[in-house]
């Protein structure tokens, strides 16, 4: 028999339950007590949902306040010094995942960085080399209790030792050599006598996410794996591990359970199908698979068919009591459900699963291998027509677009004139200062805008009354980036509900959910919009838009645009065409779409592309596909305009050093950059690569509310000038200022232009 395994369910819940929640918290609107309780609630909703489909092995510890792993963090008490003063329990653990200023207190939040490639963010760890590791929290068994209280026995979801120390980082003091690796030992007795409490409360398997054994590691942390491991199944005859693989093939980092006594060990058969020869091959007797056959990250209905045929090949090789069925990675990634999905047309609903209907697509592939496939004829039946009709559908394809793609030329992929002479150009016609301020594009998102926007979307208001009330935000906010001074100017991006989302709402081949919600970091969250078919624009997206801010100054208004890979990256992708295929059909959109901003008189274009690094394979060797079309498609989209027309681009969440050549070939004229809480690492990249573009490292952290003084922005932005020559300096924020307040965003942005004219004045007399 084989048996059903989830491996994490979308904490969020149905509506983002959890995140009203939390935030209702954090303004006040609810006290602790409600929070707890109320949180309590939606874990049981999503245990008995995954009980009643009839899931055989149920997570607990997948849920999170904020993010699983400073959850963990928390839990193994490894707390940054400068929160130690702050009261323990919820505002210690807040101040950690964003910053804390109050009267007497100002800390920063902990860094934030891309879990894997996914667009989930972590909290990332800081270990110092004497870090005390000890259990500071009882959550993962507090919540195995709930559930078995309810007659429901999970099995616990922790971070294993080895990937939780190398996500994290040393604190900034660490003498220089310091691996928190290191520190596995150590760490190794905690998690002994926290596995140890576990089967006290009665836990008989547990599930240890290693996402880590997927990346390419050196042999020493092989090793590390193997002595890990070796003590962890040490701990009790009673309790059974699994090791969760995910996002990539595990490849030879398998070999350490040769060595090693687990139980089990899950793969991503979605990410990396090849993978399942080789390890039934490898597999040691008695350790069971996992095998990730449900898409975890997608929202495209599992071919049953085909994954049924997979299983039978692990049964035929292992036998079925070693054969578990599962999705390809937790279902955190995924939007709760269909069911309460209106927008969706009928024919493309119907290709569609979430995360509650892929837990009823594990039930039935496990019905058909246990009980017969004729047990679950019906709905085999339902699913083979459902993956024909998608196969076959005429509205998957645009043979305009295909004909503009076969037309596609080396022309196409560069800039007419080289940067230098572009800069020329581009100084004269822009006249800007020394050290010119900007932001990266979006201002507030305030309740007042999404609650009009729900308006109108629900028809309460008409077209005229919305679009004059974005109008005035523009206005207001053109005024007063005028008064404090800022060069280039930007509409604020309040027509946007999302960056990628309006895009898409814009372009055709898209459809988007009304519900399909997934978690991006801490309470917040994105609706990816769904790429079903050949993408084309049938109409200009922003230039009116545009058109009108600049109407209202003299400056130099940004044209705003999201760029072809952050298009792919944060929305569902058809599985039909290469990715190469789509991402270069986003191109062709956007360049039109930068034509027309051009021809209305924009003269700074700004194409975004945070998510580039994020589409990065996770083993180097697939790095250079991946880079060369990545580059193509920005420069498809880019490249169409004139010498004195300047395009910026601007990414975060990016790790520089590893893509600095990507980044130099995509030949912008500007960059701004997520920095401030990289501590200038990054800008090492762009110095010792000889980058002669114009770059502006962000001068303050935007995730956190707290406003940067003058005095730490001015260090700042002097420690920059070690790196990056002044005349190439811009400064603005690290990233868009959607999820800040207005009286913080007018706070800071002034001490910032302010910043910016007091070293202007100094080089001025220099
Ligand atoms: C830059 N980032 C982005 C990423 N991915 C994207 N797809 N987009 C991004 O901008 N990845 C990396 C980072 C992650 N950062 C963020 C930052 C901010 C958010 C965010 O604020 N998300 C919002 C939801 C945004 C949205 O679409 N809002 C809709 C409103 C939907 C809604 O809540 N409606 C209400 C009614 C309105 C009301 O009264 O409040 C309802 O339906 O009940 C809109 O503006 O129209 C969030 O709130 O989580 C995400 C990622
Ligand atoms: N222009 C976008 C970029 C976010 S990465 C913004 O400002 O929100
Ligand atoms: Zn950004």
Same mark, same amino acid.
């Given at each position: 028999?084989?048996?059903?395994?989830?491996?994490?369910?979308?904490?969020?819940?149905?509506?983002?339950?959890?995140?009203?929640?939390?935030?209702?918290?954090?303004?006040?609107?609810?006290?602790?007590?409600?929070?707890?309780?109320?949180?309590?609630?939606?874990?049981?909703?999503?245990?008995?949902? !995954?009980?009643?489909?009839?899931?055989?092995?149920?997570?607990?510890?997948?849920?999170?306040?904020?993010?699983?792993?400073?959850? *963990?963090?928390?839990?193994?008490?490894?707390?940054?010094?400068?929160?130690?003063?702050?009261?323990?329990?919820?505002?210690?653990?807040?101040?950690?995942?964003?910053?804390?200023?109050?009267?007497?207190?100002?800390?920063?939040?902990?860094?934030?960085?891309?879990?894997?490639?996914?667009?989930?963010?972590?909290?990332?760890?800081? &270990?110092?080399?004497?870090? #005390?590791?000890?259990?500071?929290?009882?959550?993962?068994?507090?919540?195995?209790?709930?559930? %078995?209280?309810?007659?429901?026995?999970?099995?616990?979801?922790?971070?294993?030792?080895?990937?939780?120390?190398?996500?994290?980082?040393?604190?900034?003091?660490?003498?220089?050599?310091?691996?928190?690796?290191?520190?596995?030992?150590?760490?190794?007795?905690?998690?002994?006598?926290?596995?140890? %409490?576990?089967?006290?409360?009665?836990?008989?398997?547990?599930?240890?996410?290693?996402?880590?054994?997927?990346?390419?590691?050196?042999?020493?942390?092989?090793?590390?794996?193997?002595?890990?491991?070796?003590?962890?199944?040490?701990?009790?005859?009673?309790?059974?591990?699994?090791?969760?693989?995910?996002?990539?093939?595990?490849?030879?980092?398998?070999?350490?359970?040769?060595?090693?006594?687990?139980?089990?060990?899950?793969?991503?058969?979605?990410?990396?199908?090849?993978?399942?020869?080789?390890?039934?091959?490898?597999?040691?007797?008695?350790? +069971?698979? /996992?095998?990730?056959?449900?898409?975890?990250?997608?929202?495209?209905?599992?071919?049953?068919?085909?994954?049924?045929?997979?299983?039978?090949?692990?049964?035929?090789?292992?036998?079925?009591?070693?054969? &578990?069925?599962?999705?390809?990675?937790?279902?955190? *990634?995924?939007?709760?459900?269909?069911?309460?999905?209106?927008?969706?047309?009928?024919?493309?609903?119907?290709?569609?699963?979430?995360?509650?209907?892929?837990?009823?697509?594990?039930?039935?592939?496990?019905?058909?291998?246990?009980? /017969?496939?004729? +047990?679950?004829?019906?709905?085999?039946?339902?699913?083979?027509?459902?993956?024909?009709?998608?196969?076959?559908?005429?509205?998957?394809?645009?043979?305009?677009?295909?004909?503009?793609?076969?037309?596609?030329?080396?022309?196409?992929?560069?800039?007419?004139?080289?940067?230098?002479?572009?800069?020329?150009?581009?100084?004269?016609?822009?006249?800007?200062?020394?050290?010119?301020?900007?932001?990266?594009?979006?201002?507030?998102?305030?309740?007042?805008?999404?609650?009009?926007?729900?308006?109108?979307?629900?028809?309460?208001?008409?077209?005229? #009354?919305?679009?004059?009330?974005?109008?005035?935000?523009?206005?207001?906010?053109?005024?007063?980036?005028?008064?404090?001074?800022?060069?280039?100017?930007? *509409?604020?991006?309040?027509?946007?509900?999302?960056?990628?989302?309006?895009?898409?709402?814009?372009? #055709?081949?898209?459809?988007?959910?009304?519900?399909?919600?997934?978690?991006?970091?801490?309470?917040?969250?994105?609706?990816?919009?769904?790429?079903?078919?050949?993408?084309?624009?049938?109409?200009?997206?922003?230039?009116?838009?545009?058109?009108?801010?600049?109407?209202?100054?003299?400056?130099?208004?940004?044209?705003?645009?999201?760029?072809?890979?952050?298009?792919?990256?944060?929305?569902?992708?058809?599985?039909? !065409?290469?990715?190469?295929?789509?991402?270069?059909?986003?191109?062709?959109?956007?360049?039109?779409?930068?034509?027309?901003?051009?021809?209305?008189?924009?003269?700074?274009? #700004?194409?975004?592309?945070?998510?580039?690094?994020?589409?990065?394979?996770?083993?180097?060797?697939?790095?250079?596909?991946?880079?060369?079309?990545?580059?193509?498609?920005?420069?498809?989209?880019?490249?169409?305009?004139?010498? /004195?027309?300047?395009?910026?681009?601007?990414?975060?969440?990016?790790?520089?050093?590893?893509?600095?050549?990507?980044?130099?070939?995509?030949?912008?004229?500007?960059?701004?950059?997520?920095?401030?809480?990289?501590?200038?690492?990054?800008?090492?990249?762009?110095?010792?690569?000889?980058?002669?573009?114009?770059?502006?490292?962000?001068?303050?952290?935007?995730?956190?509310?707290?406003?940067?003084?003058?005095?730490?922005? %001015?260090?700042?932005?002097?420690?920059?000038?070690?790196?990056?020559?002044?005349?190439?300096?811009?400064?603005?924020?690290?990233?868009?200022?959607?999820?800040?307040?207005?009286?913080?965003?007018?706070?800071?942005?002034?001490?910032?232009?302010?910043?910016?004219?007091?070293?202007?004045?100094?080089?001025?007399?220099?």
């Amino acid at each position: 028999m084989v048996f059903t395994f989830n491996l994490g369910f979308p904490r969020m819940g149905a509506n983002r339950k959890l995140k009203r929640l939390v935030e209702n918290f954090w303004s006040g609107k609810v006290d602790e007590n409600t929070l707890i309780t109320d949180a309590k609630k939606l874990r049981e909703e999503h245990w008995l949902l !995954q009980k009643n489909a009839g899931l055989d092995h149920i997570p607990s510890n997948d849920f999170s306040f904020y993010d699983q792993v400073v959850d *963990h963090s928390y839990a193994f008490g490894v707390i940054p010094a400068r929160y130690k003063n702050l009261n323990p329990g919820l505002e210690t653990y807040f101040a950690m995942c964003r910053g804390l200023q109050k009267p007497g207190i100002d800390v920063a939040a902990c860094k934030m960085k891309k879990w894997f490639n996914t667009n989930y963010h972590y909290i990332v760890p800081e &270990f110092e080399p004497n870090q #005390q590791f000890t259990l500071n929290s009882t959550k993962v068994i507090d919540e195995y209790k709930e559930a %078995k209280a309810l007659g429901i026995q999970t099995h616990p979801v922790i971070l294993g030792p080895v990937s939780y120390l190398m996500l994290g980082k040393p604190t900034k003091d660490a003498p220089q050599g310091f691996k928190p690796i290191q520190l596995l030992d150590r760490l190794l007795s905690l998690y002994e006598e926290l596995l140890s %409490k576990l089967v006290s409360a009665g836990v008989t398997w547990i599930q240890i996410d290693e996402p880590c054994l997927v990346l390419d590691l050196p042999s020493t942390i092989k090793n590390e794996y193997v002595s890990a491991y070796n003590a962890l199944t040490k701990v009790s005859p009673q309790l059974k591990i699994l090791i969760a693989t995910y996002f990539e093939r595990i490849g030879t980092n398998l070999d350490f359970i040769t060595d090693t006594p687990i139980n089990a060990i899950h793969i991503d058969l979605i990410r990396a199908p090849d993978q399942l020869e080789s390890i039934l091959r490898r597999l040691p007797a008695k350790v +069971s698979l /996992s095998l990730g056959l449900v898409n975890g990250r997608n929202i495209w209905k599992t071919n049953l068919e085909v994954a049924l045929a997979k299983a039978q090949k692990a049964i035929d090789v292992l036998g079925s009591e070693c054969v &578990f069925i599962a999705p390809s990675c937790s279902l955190l *990634h995924s939007p709760h459900s269909i069911q309460s999905e209106k927008k969706i047309d009928n024919e493309i609903l119907n290709w569609l699963s979430f995360a509650v209907e892929k837990i009823k697509k594990i039930v039935i592939i496990s019905k058909a291998l246990n009980n /017969s496939v004729q +047990s679950v004829q019906t709905e085999l039946e339902a699913n083979r027509k459902s993956i024909q009709s998608h196969r076959e559908s005429a509205r998957t394809q645009n043979p305009t677009v295909q004909q503009k793609m076969k037309a596609l030329g080396p022309d196409m992929f560069r800039r007419k004139f080289p940067f230098h002479e572009r800069q020329l150009s581009q100084r004269k016609k822009l006249s800007l200062p020394l050290f010119p301020t900007t932001t990266v594009g979006s201002l507030p998102q305030t309740k007042d805008i999404r609650t009009i926007r729900a308006k109108f979307k629900k028809g309460e208001i008409n077209q005229t #009354q919305y679009d004059n009330f974005i109008k005035r935000e523009i206005e207001k906010c053109v005024h007063f980036q005028e008064e404090i001074g800022i060069d280039v100017l930007v *509409h604020g991006e309040f027509e946007r509900n999302d960056m990628v989302e309006f895009f898409g709402e814009n372009l #055709q081949g898209y459809v988007f959910s009304g519900n399909g919600w997934v978690q991006s970091y801490g309470s917040r969250c994105t609706k990816p919009p769904i790429i079903f078919g050949d993408i084309s624009r049938p109409n200009p997206m922003t230039v009116e838009i545009i058109k009108y801010a600049q109407s209202l100054t003299d400056k130099p208004m940004k044209g705003m645009l999201t760029g072809p890979i952050t298009m792919l990256q944060w929305s569902f992708v058809r599985d039909d !065409q290469p990715r190469k295929d789509t991402a270069f059909q986003l191109a062709l959109a956007i360049r039109e779409e930068v034509h027309d901003l051009e021809a209305a008189g924009i003269s700074v274009i #700004q194409i975004d592309e945070p998510a580039i690094c994020e589409g990065l394979p996770l083993r180097k060797e697939d790095w250079n596909v991946y880079l060369n079309w990545a580059v193509d498609a920005f420069l498809l989209s880019s490249t169409g305009v004139d010498c /004195s027309t300047q395009i910026h681009t601007h990414m975060c969440y990016s790790d520089f050093n590893d893509i600095i050549e990507a980044i130099r070939c995509l030949d912008a004229d500007v960059i701004t950059i997520e920095n401030s809480r990289s501590d200038l690492k990054l800008l090492n990249a762009f110095e010792e690569h000889e980058y002669t573009a114009e770059i502006g490292p962000g001068l303050y952290d935007i995730h956190s509310p707290r406003v940067p003084t003058k005095e730490e922005l %001015k260090v700042r932005l002097h420690a920059i000038f070690k790196y990056i020559p002044k005349n190439l300096i811009w400064a603005n924020p690290d990233c868009g200022l959607k999820t800040r307040e207005w009286p913080e965003v007018e706070a800071a942005l002034k001490n910032m232009t302010d910043v910016a004219k007091e070293f202007r004045a100094i080089e001025a007399n220099c």
